[in-house]
């Protein structure tokens, strides 16, 4: 159990005590306490919320279960599904997180404590390469629930040149430099890990972009403490000062830097072997993933809402053009939402027992056109008014009262009401932390170019099609 808690699903409290340890933060040239600095405390007091929620009476029957080894309520993120009914509840619970906060956190702890599920799942294919291994992940997967472990993760490689190997230039890769019998020494860094700050441990893996190495020292899989000697978290600037919803879903994105971190041994779950890390990255991912489009399908949801109270605040919702773009941003939500549907419907057994569900690869393939589409069709409804409406100051003052109440009012709205939905569909789509958002749209599931790539590459109908189409060209007619 993690000194100072109680065991099981955090409460808020507890969660932000956790975080005051050594770990070594860094933003804007300074180091800082993440839960004292301004800049942090906004958003671990949205995480903190969101872990109190798990415990409401009418929400704990939803998002917790009893642990069959502790006893102890735990999340059911952590859920490992042997069935329909337990994986229908693992997934209402993911609902719940993204909806409560409105498909804006990306990295919400619901997303990897499904990586650590399929970890687990996993285990025996690593006991192949070592039955150490898949020991270390099945305890590791029983440690993370039971102490409601958030986590982070970093896959890729530091962006200093991609036309570069690792066997030409080391610091290109994440390398083990020692290895002994208590355990690794690993160097190197990691971009990009969201959530680094307010994580407990980072779970390292690797991106298909780089799991063919020609060194295997380059292939580990491990996890460690945020606060482990010699690890270094660089994060970007805060935009929590930017107000708005910044300031309260700023998740953070960090460098990671491994200064020769020590890793003991029963935090290792794979070294050298660069074909089961080829297989093990979309085992690992099959639950995250989709728990990553139950996310996406809220944000969506959210910026149809916006879209449609723009659209309704200055009078333009009748228009044949604007209810054009309105069906078509509902279409993405309904395309999500029927995709989740048949990915659930096509949920299979894993080699280890449990239920995974169905390849998410479509709609990974199709989530950032999507969602750049979306911020678009906001912006194209919203026009000037996405950055021609009152701040709060100025709905304040009253010598500019009438002012605003004859020229800034909308349709059948105030000033007020017109220009707070106004200034949030800026937030989503023109300013800062909607860019950021758009950005992990696009590249969260890795390099969408490669995704659609492999969906091309391993689709199974591929050969039926291709039939179908040489008998038109030959002219071959068969109707039955
Ligand atoms: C906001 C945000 C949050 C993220 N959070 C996480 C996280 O929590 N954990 C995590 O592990 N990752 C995270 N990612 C990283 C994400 O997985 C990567 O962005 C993605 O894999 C692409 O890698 P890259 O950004 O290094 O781009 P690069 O690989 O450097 O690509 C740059 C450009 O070069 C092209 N390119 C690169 N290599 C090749 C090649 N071999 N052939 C052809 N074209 C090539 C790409 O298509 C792209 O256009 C996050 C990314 C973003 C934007």
Redesign the pocket.
Known sequence: MLPGTSGGAWRGSEYIASLKDDREIWCEGRRVDVTGDPEFTPMLTTLAGLYDAQHLPDRAGQMLYRSETTGNPVSLSYLAPADRDALGRKWANSHRWAEASHGQL??IPDFMSNVVVGLYDFRHQLAEVDPRFASNAENYYHYARENDLTL????????ID?SATPAQRPELGLRVVRRGADGIVVRGA???????PYAHEVLIYL?P?NYLREDPSYVCWFAAPLASPGLRVLCRSSYTGSGGLAGRYDEQ?AMLVFDDVFVPMDRVFLLDDSQTAVRGFAELNKWSLYTGQIRYYHRLRTLLGVASLLAQAIGVNKFRQVTDLLGELTSYVELVRLGLEAIDAESRPTASGLLAPGSTAALDAVAGRFSSRASEIIRQIGASGLIMQPSEGDLGTSALRSALDTYMCGRETSPDEKSRIFRLAADLTVDRFGM??E??E?????????VRSMLYDRYPDLRRCEAGARDLAEGRMDHT
């Not at 982070?152 to 962006?159: A, E, K, M, R």
């Not at 990691?190 to 680094?196: D, H």
């Not at 696009?442 to 490669?450: F, I, L, Y």
């Open positions: 990306s990295r982070t993760h970093g896959l890729g490689d530091p962006q991609r990691k971009q990009i890990a969201t959530l680094a991106s972009a994105d950021r958002q950005l992990y696009t590249w969260n599931r890795g390099d969408p170019a490669r």
